[in-house]
């Protein structure tokens, strides 16, 4: 047994020394390989350095150095930025928690990320360290490290407690009182931060970045001189963005000392936060500029300070508007002071800039709000200003510069104290002029009745009754408009005045529209009787006395009158022909009316009178018993004129021609053809009863009977009733009892709806409706009278119905009466009348094809006044604009500026700074605006869209502020028109998303 346990132990012995001396084979090859991949670890080639590692951790059965292996591998993913490294090291810490490297995998992981800069990622590795396993001086860097990634993480106060402790560390402390005092200075405790900042002693970190920060401190601390000298200091050796921020620094300690001129150098090389300035910065610039004098740069910089709502930019914007004076760019200058004067952050500089604001609104002119409104508001903003005498004489010439004459009287009416009578007196005199030439008579006489109430200027007083008398004219107010007319003459001052050169020519209108011929003829003569008269009125005058000396029968003196017009060049020359014709005939020159007759029709052959001469040459050489050239005369009447009035009188005088030769059924004939083509008229009446006499001569009676059946407008009437009737309605009339008259006619039209004076009865109802302004009531009257277009009232009673309808801007209704009226209209007038309004209508129905069409008739009509050319080219230009033809529309609107006044002068004087625009000419396009904003604020819609045009004339001019200003202010105000807000924000948008690309302050998407 013993020698078998000896047997056995050298082989139990062998075999544990045989697997001895493997295991050492083993655990040497693998310390090897763990040595050779540490080498290399320490080296930085971690990729070769892990695959070693990996396999030593796979193959070991050392339990320390698969530990290790797996430690450095963890650490060389972490090194190599492998997905899954955390992973990895969070297995090792898992798998060896007893291994002496697990406090150092969470200090070396942390470490790493640290000195990468990745903070964020050390901090995650820093908060699984433990703290007591490291040794004093591990500790030390610990503290630092965790606190600067805390610092660098934004979580300041935690930051603090860390690098509180290592202070006094001679590695660490310089760079912790650094980080610490820049702490303060972040959180503005400058005190803190320079106490810190006293306390570094690494000269290192003294250069690098001490000055820059203690420059931007004692900048803030108001120490503006220490501030320079460090931020100079540290100029040289700063990087690009520090040496922006410095320039800042030495820039607006400058300003702070009052050293502009060393100020602007180092203003405008700071490049702005990320690449743009904001609303101080252009301010600091701008002032600095100013205070050197140098406003065109100033305004420059103030320009772009945009929608500032800070005391900053209420000075801006009041030296903006200082440097605008300076440069005589007064309308910009407005807009600068309003805008200052709307801000309350300094209380005088508001009041000043709204003074400012006042003055130049008086001025130039205010597209805004009434000039008046503005001044009235400084006064009751500032009761007990020293400049409020100034102000109220201002307040006075406003009503009259401004032209809002409107807002003017409104005011004035509601604070009736406040301004002299003599004020009064002017601004109701202007409001009626205006309204006179807007063709509103009613309110022009109310208010220069107004002004006559108040008269103390006596040059005033006249030019209110004169102009009140052209208004009662023109209301057929006539025995009104001889009683203005007379007071104008009976002023002393009306030599001076312009409208004295016509006043007889106008009274003796006045009385010839009354039928008080005596006197018409007296002031005719007067008026032609004067040298310098136009030509035109001249002519006019000579013509109207003509008819005035015709119609009291003084027919020699009619021909010696007619003579004259026709000796001049004026128009109506076939009138004075045809009247002269007709003198011929009452002084028993039968032969000299057929031959002044003969040469009318050959030589006017287009004359509205050419249907009246063919009836009295027809008339006469029946008269002269040349029968067979009567007739023929009647003929041609009958042939050429088919539409005339005559015709049914011409049909008559040849049946009566033939009846009295014997020539019965001829007769019968023309008076059948009365009865059937003109029915209900005077004429076929008659033309009933002469028949009745043929029939009765030829003996058919019954077929006359059987013929009159049939008529229904021929009605048993008692004539006499009839007769009687009317007549009481006509006395009431002449004796001036409007309203009696009016119930006289009213009743005559209820009992003879067909009777004998219908046509009368229903026209002269409708000129007293008409004349009390009650139109409505006056239209179907006219309407009656203009369908009977035989009738001799026919053409005004149709020329009335049209302006009716016009009047309520129903051009749809006005039409079709309107084309009548140009088709039937013997006086040239109603014609043009009737054309210049087809042409509007047209226009509003959209065709403009027919509206260019009128506009051109019109135009080709000799001696029509400025206001219907104006009219005309306002059409053209319109549908140009409408149908894109600029040329044509900027040559219409050309003419217009010419000639035109209110809405349309507005209007045209609009597309002239519009086409100016887009020309790029800019300034003069803004010229335009404003003297429409000075001499057309009433027309407030043309106002806003003038504002929008010079705000892309500003913009385009690089004014950025002028354009956002006025845009912003244009939304404010002008909300009543939503095609004009839509076009402002638009523009405001772009504008506001271009300078906030420079600018930090502007904000694009606040509008």
Not at 215 to 236: P, R, S, Y
Not at 614 to 634: H, I
Not at 795 to 803: D, G, S, Y
Not at 952 to 969: E, M, W
Request: charged content about 25%.
């Amino acid at each position: 047994m013993h020698n078998k346990m000896t047997a056995f132990i050298p082989i139990f012995i062998g075999m544990v020394w045989m697997g001895t001396a493997q295991e050492s084979k083993i655990y040497t090859h693998a310390q090897k390989e763990f040595q050779d991949a540490l080498t290399l670890y320490n080296n930085e080639q971690y990729q070769a350095a892990q695959t070693i590692f990996q396999k030593v951790k796979a193959t070991t059965k050392d339990e320390e150095t698969a530990a290790n292996s797996a430690y450095y591998e963890a650490n060389a993913a972490v090194r190599l930025n492998q997905q899954g490294a955390d992973r990895l090291m969070e297995d090792f810490v898992e798998k060896y928690p007893t291994s002496t490297k697990r406090n150092s995998a969470f200090a070396d992981v942390a470490e790493y990320y640290f000195e990468t800069g990745k903070y964020p990622y050390a901090l995650k590795w820093y908060n699984k360290v433990d703290q007591s396993a490291l040794s004093r001086g591990e500790m030390d860097k610990f503290n630092f490290n965790y606190g600067y990634s805390l610092f660098s993480s934004k979580k300041t106060k935690d930051a603090e407690k860390y690098l509180e402790k290592v202070t006094n560390s001679p590695i660490y402390g310089s760079q912790a009182k650094y980080y610490l005092g820049y702490i303060s200075y972040q959180e503005d405790d400058y005190e803190a931060a320079n106490e810190r900042f006293d306390q570094i002693t690494d000269q290192n970190v003294l250069e690098e970045k001490l000055s820059y920060y203690q420059a931007d401190m004692n900048f803030k601390l108001g120490k503006f001189e220490e501030a320079i000298a460090l931020a100079k200091k540290q100029l040289a050796k700063s990087d690009r963005t520090e040496v922006s921020e410095l320039n800042k620094i030495i820039g607006e300690s400058y300003f702070n000392l009052k050293q502009y001129d060393n100020a602007i150098p180092y203003l405008a090389e700071y490049k702005g936060k990320r690449g743009k300035w904001n609303n101080t910065d252009y301010y600091f610039l701008g002032y600095c500029y100013y205070m050197q004098g140098d406003y065109a740069n100033a305004i420059a910089q103030f320009n772009k300070i945009i929608g500032g709502t800070n005391s900053v930019s209420q000075n801006a914007y009041y030296h903006l508007a200082e440097c605008y004076l300076k440069q005589d760019q007064k309308q910009e200058a407005l807009n600068a002071f309003r805008n200052a004067s709307q801000m309350e952050f300094t209380p005088e500089i508001q009041k000043d800039a709204f003074l400012n604001y006042a003055r130049l609104s008086y001025e130039v002119g205010n597209a805004y709000e009434p000039v008046p409104q503005v001044i009235t508001n400084y006064l009751q903003t500032y009761p007990n200003d020293t400049h409020q005498e100034e102000m109220q004489t201002l307040l006075v010439d406003s009503f009259i510069t401004s032209k809002n004459f409107a807002g003017a009287m409104e005011l004035l009416e509601n604070n009736k104290g406040y301004a002299s009578k003599e004020t009064y007196q002017k601004v109701a005199y202007y409001r009626g002029i205006e309204l006179f030439m807007d063709a509103d008579y009613i309110g022009a006489s109310e208010n220069l009745g107004k002004s006559l109430s108040n008269a103390v200027d006596i040059t005033f007083k006249a030019r209110a009754s004169y102009w009140k008398a052209e208004a009662d004219y023109l209301l057929n107010r006539f025995a009104d408009a001889v009683s203005g007319f007379t007071s104008f003459k009976q002023n002393p001052n009306t030599g001076l005045i312009v409208e004295a050169k016509d006043v007889d020519y106008d009274l003796a209108y006045s009385y010839f529209k009354q039928k008080e011929y005596t006197n018409a003829i007296t002031y005719f003569n007067a008026f032609t009787n004067q040298s310098g008269n136009e030509v035109e009125k001249q002519n006019d005058g000579f013509l109207r006395l003509g008819d005035s000396y015709f119609v009291t029968r003084k027919y020699w003196p009619a021909i010696e009158t007619y003579n004259k017009a026709l000796a001049l060049s004026g128009p109506e020359k076939d009138y004075a022909s045809y009247q002269k014709a007709m003198s011929y005939g009452f002084v028993g020159r039968g032969a000299s009316k057929i031959e002044n007759l003969e040469l009318f029709v050959a030589q006017y052959s287009r004359s509205s009178l050419k249907d009246d001469a063919l009836f009295e040459l027809g008339n006469t050489y029946v008269n002269d018993g040349q029968e067979t050239k009567g007739l023929e005369a009647y003929d041609r009447l009958i042939k050429e004129y088919r539409g005339s009035s005559l015709v049914p009188q011409a049909l008559m005088r040849q049946g009566l021609v033939h009846y009295n030769a014997n020539r019965n059924e001829e007769a019968l004939a023309k008076y059948k053809t009365v009865v059937r083509d003109y029915p209900k008229t005077q004429e076929a009446i008659q033309a009933v009863a002469s028949a009745k006499l043929v029939y009765v001569d030829l003996g058919r009676v019954n077929e006359y009977a059987n013929w009159v059946r049939d008529l229904d407008f021929v009605e048993v009437t008692d004539t006499e009733l009839d007769n009687a009737s009317f007549e009481a309605a006509q006395k009431q009339n002449r004796d001036g009892n409007v309203d009696a008259a009016i119930r006289g006619y009213r009743n005559y039209i209820t009992e003879f709806s067909n009777g004998l004076h219908a046509v009368d009865a229903n026209f002269s109802l409708a000129q007293l409706y008409f004349g009390k302004a009650d139109k409505e009531a006056a239209l179907p009257h006219y309407k009656y009278v203009a369908d009977r277009s035989a009738s001799e009232y026919a053409e005004q009673a149709l020329t009335r119905v049209c302006e009716v309808y016009i009047g309520k801007q129903d051009y749809i209704t006005a039409v079709p009466y309107l084309l009548k009226l140009e088709n039937q209209a013997n006086i040239q007038q109603n014609r043009t009348f009737a054309q210049s309004n087809l042409m509007k209508g047209f226009y509003q129905q959209r065709d403009y094809a027919k509206t260019l069409a009128y506009a051109d008739k019109v135009l080709s009509t000799p001696s029509i006044d400025d206001r219907i050319k104006s009219d005309a080219q306002i059409m053209i230009a319109r549908s140009a604009i409408a149908t894109n033809d600029i040329s044509k529309a900027r040559t219409a609107y050309g003419e217009v500026l010419k000639i035109a006044s209110g809405a349309t002068a507005a209007e045209a004087l609009y597309y002239d700074a519009y086409f100016k625009n887009g020309d790029d000419d800019y300034e003069s396009s803004n010229i335009s605006v404003q003297k429409l904003a000075k001499d057309y604020a009433t027309y407030k819609e043309w106002g806003g869209r003038g504002l929008v045009l010079m705000a892309k004339n500003f913009y385009a001019l690089g004014d950025a502020y002028q354009a956002t200003y006025i845009l912003d202010s244009v939304i404010a105000n002008f909300g009543q028109y939503p095609e004009i807000i839509a076009d402002a924000k638009a523009e405001l948008a772009i504008i506001k998303s271009k300078e906030s690309q420079s600018n930090s302050s502007v904000d694009p998407n606040q509008n």
